[in-house]
C-alpha cells in the first residue's frame, strides 16, 4: 500500500515541493501523513437548512474512516441552498444554479488541492447532482454519501411531511381548513435534520446514486438521525482507500449500464421528474451518451412498485424499515431488470453486493411486484408541437391520463399563483408558466408551491399545467415540465395565446396545442425575447444554460 500511495501523492513529496509542504505542515501534518494519499472531505454542511445542519458531524465520521484507513483526510465546504424555503419566492431561481456553484466548487477544491481522493455528502437537492457533476469532472477515486431522510411529521397519528404544509395553503385559501389547523401542519411537518422525507428529488437523487454504484449500500434509505448513518460514513471514509489502492476511478463505475441502473430504480421507486434532468448532466460529465429517450425506453419495462409519498402514503424511513433500497435492488436484479455486472464503490459489482442482502420484509413502503402500482414507470416523456425536444411529466396516482382544454397563460408562477387563489381558474383549464426555463427564469424554479395549492384547492386532477419550469419531486397531479425549447429561447410555448386548446396526454405521450405550423410562423414574426436585465451568478448562468433536454449543463 504505502508504495501505491507514494505514487499518489508524489506532488508533494518532491524535494522542490518544500514550500508546499511546509504550508500543509501548518495544520498538523507529519512526515508520515506526506506519505499517504490526501483525501478531501466535501461537506455540505450548513445550518440554512434541516437537510444539511447535521453533516458537520457526518464529515467528521467520513475523516475518521479515511484516517483509520490510511488515508491523510482533510475536510473543506462548499454551499448549499434550501429548496422547500426558497420554494414559491423569486430566490427559488437560484436553486438549480447552486447545483452548478457547488460542482465548481468542489472540483476547485480538490484540483487545487492536488488530492487523490475525494469522499463527498450531500444533503438538499441540488447536492447530490452537483457533488456527483465534480466527481465526473474531476475522476479521482471518490464515494459519495447522502446524508439522509428526514423523520416523518406526525398529526393525530398520521404521517406529514413538508408536502402536506404546501398542500394546507390551499386547504386553508379554500375554506377546508382554519388558521389553527395550518399552524398545527406548519409546527410539526418537519421534526429534525435530514431530507424530505417523500420519493422527492433528495430521496431519488441518492437512491439513483447507490443504484449507479457511487454510494456504499444502503446509503441512500438510512435515515439522517441513526446510527446507520454515521457508520456509512465512517464506511465511506475507508472505502475511499480501497478504490485508491485498486484504482478505481468514477468513469470506471458511472457506464452507461450503471445510468441505466440508475433509471430503473428511479421508476420502481416513482422518483421525481428532476432525475431526468440531472441524471443526463452528470452522464455528460463522464462523456456517457445519455438522452431523453434512454428514460422512455427503460421505463417501458420497469414497474412501479412504492408506494410513496407524494403519490403514495409512506416515506423514505418505511422503505428503510422493510430493507431500504438495497433490498429493492435485489428484487430488480432477480427480475431481470438491472445490469449486475456493474463495478461499484466496494470494489465488487452490483451483483456481488446484493447477493448477501435480505430480501424485502413485509411492511409498509413496496407493493407487489405483480400487482404494481403502474405496469410501467411513471416518468413519462412527451413530445409534440408544444415541446418539440420533450418534456416530463410524473404520471403516478392519477386517474385521468389526459386532458384536453383551454391555455390560461401566465410569465410568472406568482401570476398564476394570484389567480388559483382568487379561484380564476375552472376545471377544464390547462395552466401554462412559461419564461421560467433554465434561460428565461433564470435558473428553471421549482413550482411545488402552485401545484401543492392547486391540489390543496380539489383541483388537481380537473386542471393541467405545463411550463419550461421544473417541479419539485413532491409534485404530483396532471403536470408537465422541462419543456424544451424554453419560452425564452423562442420555443413554441412562447407563442402559446389565451384560450388556445393544448393537449396532455400520457398514454400517446403527446403534449400538443391546436395551433397550426403556419400560425405558429405567423406568431413567432411578432415575437420577441423579453429582456433580462441581470448581473452576477444568475447573468453567467442565463448566458451559459444549456437547454433541460441536455440537463442544463452549463460546460
Same mark, same amino acid.
Given at each position: 500500500?504505502?508504495?501505491?500511495?507514494?505514487?499518489?501523492?508524489?506532488?508533494?513529496?518532491?524535494?522542490?515541493?518544500?514550500?508546499?509542504?511546509?504550508?500543509?505542515?501548518?495544520?498538523?501534518?507529519?512526515?508520515?501523513?506526506?506519505?499517504?494519499?490526501?483525501?478531501?472531505?466535501?461537506?455540505?454542511?450548513?445550518?440554512?437548512?434541516?437537510?444539511?445542519?447535521?453533516?458537520?458531524?457526518?464529515?467528521?465520521?467520513?475523516?475518521?474512516?479515511?484516517?483509520?484507513?490510511?488515508?491523510?483526510?482533510?475536510?473543506?465546504?462548499?454551499?448549499?441552498?434550501?429548496?422547500?424555503?426558497?420554494?414559491?419566492?423569486?430566490?427559488?431561481?437560484?436553486?438549480?444554479?447552486?447545483?452548478?456553484?457547488?460542482?465548481?466548487?468542489?472540483?476547485?477544491?480538490?484540483?487545487?488541492?492536488?488530492?487523490?481522493?475525494?469522499?463527498?455528502?450531500?444533503?438538499?437537492?441540488?447536492?447530490?447532482?452537483?457533488?456527483?457533476?465534480?466527481?465526473?469532472?474531476?475522476?479521482?477515486?471518490?464515494?459519495?454519501?447522502?446524508?439522509?431522510?428526514?423523520?416523518?411529521?406526525?398529526?393525530?397519528?398520521?404521517?406529514?411531511?413538508?408536502?402536506?404544509?404546501?398542500?394546507?395553503?390551499?386547504?386553508?385559501?379554500?375554506?377546508?381548513?382554519?388558521?389553527?389547523?395550518?399552524?398545527?401542519?406548519?409546527?410539526?411537518?418537519?421534526?429534525?435534520?435530514?431530507?424530505?422525507?417523500?420519493?422527492?428529488?433528495?430521496?431519488?437523487?441518492?437512491?439513483?446514486?447507490?443504484?449507479?454504484?457511487?454510494?456504499?449500500?444502503?446509503?441512500?434509505?438510512?435515515?439522517?438521525?441513526?446510527?446507520?448513518?454515521?457508520?456509512?460514513?465512517?464506511?465511506?471514509?475507508?472505502?475511499?482507500?480501497? @478504490? !485508491?489502492? +485498486? #484504482?478505481?476511478?468514477?468513469? /470506471?463505475? %458511472? *457506464?452507461?449500464?450503471?445510468?441505466?441502473?440508475?433509471?430503473?430504480?428511479?421508476?420502481?421507486?416513482?422518483?421525481?421528474?428532476?432525475?431526468?434532468?440531472?441524471?443526463?448532466?452528470?452522464?455528460?460529465?463522464?462523456?456517457?451518451?445519455?438522452?431523453?429517450?434512454?428514460?422512455?425506453?427503460?421505463?417501458?419495462?420497469?414497474?412501479?412498485?412504492?408506494?410513496?409519498?407524494?403519490?403514495?402514503?409512506?416515506?423514505?424511513?418505511?422503505?428503510?424499515?422493510?430493507?431500504?433500497?438495497?433490498?429493492?435492488?435485489?428484487? @430488480? !436484479?432477480? +427480475? #431481470?431488470?438491472?445490469?449486475? /455486472?456493474? %463495478? *461499484?464503490?466496494?470494489?465488487?459489482?452490483?451483483?456481488?453486493?446484493?447477493?448477501?442482502?435480505?430480501?424485502?420484509?413485509?411492511?409498509?413502503?413496496?407493493?407487489?411486484?405483480?400487482?404494481?402500482?403502474?405496469?410501467?414507470?411513471?416518468?413519462?416523456?412527451?413530445?409534440?408541437?408544444?415541446?418539440?425536444?420533450?418534456?416530463?411529466?410524473?404520471?403516478?396516482?392519477?386517474?385521468?391520463?389526459?386532458?384536453?382544454?383551454?391555455?390560461?397563460?401566465?410569465?410568472?408562477?406568482?401570476?398564476?399563483?394570484?389567480?388559483? @387563489?382568487?379561484?380564476?381558474?375552472?376545471?377544464?383549464?390547462?395552466?401554462?408558466?412559461?419564461?421560467?426555463?433554465?434561460?428565461?427564469?433564470?435558473?428553471?424554479?421549482?413550482?411545488?408551491?402552485?401545484?401543492?395549492?392547486?391540489?390543496?384547492?380539489?383541483?388537481?386532477?380537473?386542471?393541467?399545467?405545463?411550463?419550461?419550469?421544473?417541479?419539485?419531486?413532491?409534485?404530483?397531479?396532471?403536470?408537465?415540465?422541462?419543456?424544451?425549447?424554453?419560452?425564452?429561447?423562442?420555443?413554441?410555448?412562447?407563442?402559446?395565446?389565451?384560450?388556445?386548446?393544448?393537449?396532455?396526454?400520457?398514454?400517446?405521450?403527446?403534449?400538443?396545442?391546436?395551433?397550426?405550423?403556419?400560425?405558429?410562423?405567423?406568431?413567432?414574426?411578432?415575437?420577441?425575447?423579453?429582456?433580462?436585465?441581470?448581473?452576477?451568478?444568475?447573468?453567467?448562468?442565463?448566458?451559459?444554460?444549456?437547454?433541460?433536454?441536455?440537463?442544463?449543463?452549463?460546460?
Amino acid at each position: 500500500m504505502e508504495n501505491n500511495a507514494k505514487k499518489r501523492s508524489s506532488v508533494f513529496n518532491d524535494v522542490n515541493r518544500a514550500p508546499n509542504r511546509a504550508m500543509i505542515r501548518a495544520m498538523g501534518i507529519s512526515d508520515e501523513d506526506f506519505k499517504k494519499p490526501f483525501v478531501g472531505i466535501a461537506s455540505t454542511w450548513s445550518e440554512v437548512t434541516p437537510c444539511n445542519m447535521h453533516i458537520d458531524e457526518l464529515a467528521r465520521k467520513a475523516k475518521k474512516g479515511s484516517k483509520e484507513g490510511g488515508g491523510t483526510p482533510f475536510i473543506f465546504n462548499t454551499i448549499t441552498v434550501s429548496d422547500g424555503i426558497s420554494m414559491g419566492t423569486e430566490g427559488m431561481r437560484f436553486s438549480l444554479p447552486s447545483r452548478e456553484v457547488i460542482a465548481d466548487s468542489i472540483e476547485t477544491v480538490i484540483g487545487a488541492q492536488n488530492y487523490d481522493g475525494l469522499v463527498a455528502i450531500g444533503g438538499c437537492d441540488k447536492n447530490m447532482p452537483g457533488c456527483m457533476i465534480a466527481i465526473g469532472r474531476l475522476n479521482v477515486p471518490s464515494v459519495f454519501v447522502y446524508g439522509g431522510t428526514i423523520r416523518a411529521g406526525k398529526i393525530d397519528g398520521k404521517d406529514i411531511d413538508i408536502v402536506s404544509a404546501f398542500e394546507a395553503v390551499g386547504k386553508y385559501n379554500n375554506d377546508d381548513i382554519d388558521r389553527d389547523g395550518l399552524h398545527k401542519i406548519e409546527c410539526n411537518a418537519c421534526p429534525g435534520a435530514g431530507s424530505c422525507g417523500g420519493m422527492y428529488t433528495a430521496n431519488t437523487m441518492a437512491s439513483a446514486i447507490e443504484a449507479m454504484g457511487m454510494s456504499l449500500p444502503g446509503s441512500s434509505s438510512n435515515p439522517a438521525e441513526t446510527n446507520e448513518k454515521l457508520e456509512d460514513c465512517e464506511a465511506a471514509g475507508k472505502a475511499i482507500m480501497n @478504490l !485508491l489502492n +485498486k #484504482g478505481i476511478t468514477p468513469k /470506471d463505475i %458511472m *457506464t452507461k449500464k450503471a445510468f441505466e441502473n440508475a433509471i430503473t430504480v428511479v421508476m420502481a421507486l416513482g422518483g421525481s421528474t428532476n432525475a431526468v434532468l440531472h441524471l443526463l448532466a452528470i452522464a455528460h460529465t463522464v462523456d456517457v451518451p445519455l438522452d431523453i429517450d434512454d428514460f422512455e425506453r427503460i421505463r417501458q419495462h420497469v414497474p412501479h412498485i412504492a408506494d410513496l409519498k407524494p403519490s403514495g402514503r409512506y416515506v423514505m424511513g418505511d422503505l428503510s424499515e422493510i430493507g431500504g433500497v438495497p433490498a429493492v435492488m435485489k428484487l @430488480l !436484479l432477480e +427480475k #431481470g431488470l438491472l445490469h449486475g /455486472d456493474c %463495478m *461499484t464503490v466496494t470494489g465488487k459489482t452490483i451483483e456481488e453486493n446484493l447477493a448477501e442482502v435480505p430480501h424485502l420484509k413485509e411492511g409498509q413502503g413496496i407493493i407487489s411486484f405483480e400487482n404494481p402500482k403502474r405496469k410501467t414507470g411513471p416518468l413519462v416523456i412527451l413530445k409534440g408541437n408544444l415541446a418539440p425536444e420533450g418534456a416530463v411529466a410524473k404520471m403516478s396516482g392519477l386517474k385521468i391520463k389526459s386532458i384536453t382544454g383551454p391555455a390560461r397563460v401566465f410569465d410568472s408562477e406568482q401570476e398564476a399563483t394570484d389567480a388559483v @387563489l382568487n379561484n380564476e381558474i375552472n376545471s377544464g383549464d390547462i395552466i401554462v408558466i412559461r419564461y421560467v426555463g433554465p434561460k428565461g427564469g433564470p435558473g428553471m424554479a421549482e413550482m411545488l408551491s402552485i401545484t401543492a395549492i392547486v391540489v390543496g384547492k380539489g383541483l388537481g386532477e380537473k386542471v393541467g399545467l405545463i411550463t419550461d419550469g421544473r417541479f419539485s419531486g413532491g409534485t404530483h397531479g396532471l403536470v408537465v415540465g422541462h419543456i424544451s425549447p424554453e419560452a425564452q429561447a423562442g420555443g413554441p410555448i412562447a407563442l402559446i395565446r389565451e384560450g388556445d386548446m393544448i393537449t396532455i396526454d400520457s398514454e400517446t405521450q403527446e403534449l400538443t396545442v391546436d395551433v397550426s405550423e403556419e400560425e405558429f410562423k405567423d406568431r413567432a414574426k411578432n415575437w420577441t425575447a423579453p429582456e433580462q436585465n441581470l448581473r452576477g451568478t444568475l447573468a453567467k448562468y442565463a448566458r451559459s444554460v444549456a437547454s433541460a433536454s441536455k440537463g442544463a449543463i452549463t460546460d
